[in-house]
């Protein structure tokens, strides 16, 4: 990205805020229905044929992700709700880790897992700094601490622009009774004279297969 710079810690507060204003507005929608999306062996919008779902696997925290096209090996760290009661992000000072928000699904298990992670800093890319790159098809892979790898397949990347977002279709489960898989990180262009993000990256993957 080419983007204006802050001070690191003013530059990633902003960024944190506006994705944990974005997760609190998932967390009050999850209930709701969204639209009809491409499923399970359906032919998606850029013509990849999707595998079909995978049926769930029993609950297991992650404790690492790896999505191989964009060079991403991180180590996932629970999360859990501030005093606003939005999710807290990845502490600032280690860009290059995912947080997974423990209070809600365990990836894997029927249900929305929710992954979060920042775009860069002030000198350098972090973890999800290519998570807008993602395209349908491609693999999402989950170690989890019971043994077990869960794969995700990507259904869907969005780059949402902040006054056309809508938490529900962003983030609830896109059909019921997949395990499904949501990577979230801030994007577009970063305006230093308001200190936010023009918008949101979200990544949809649903679980298409598993292994030791």
Known sequence: ???????????????????????????????????????????????VQLPPAHDPLPAARPHRVDIPAIGVRAPVVRRGLDRDRAVAPPPYEQPGVVGWYAG????????TALFVGHVDTESDPAVFYDLSTLEEGQKVRVARVDGSLAE?????????????FDAAEAYGERHEGRAELRLITCGGTFDA?????SSNVVVSAYLTGTGP
């Open 104 to 111: 809600g699904t365990q990836p894997g298990a029927e249900g």
């Open 193 to 197: 004279a308001s200190g936010s993000y």
């Open 1 to 47: 990205m080419s983007e204006a710079r802050t001070p690191r810690s003013a530059r990633l507060l902003t960024a944190a805020a506006w994705l944990l204003l974005l997760v609190a507005l998932w967390l009050g929608a999850r209930e709701l229905g969204l639209p009809g999306l491409p499923g399970a062996g359906d032919v998606s919008a850029a013509g």
């Open 152 to 164: 995700f397949t990507v259904e869907d990347v969005r780059v949402i622009q902040r006054d056309e």
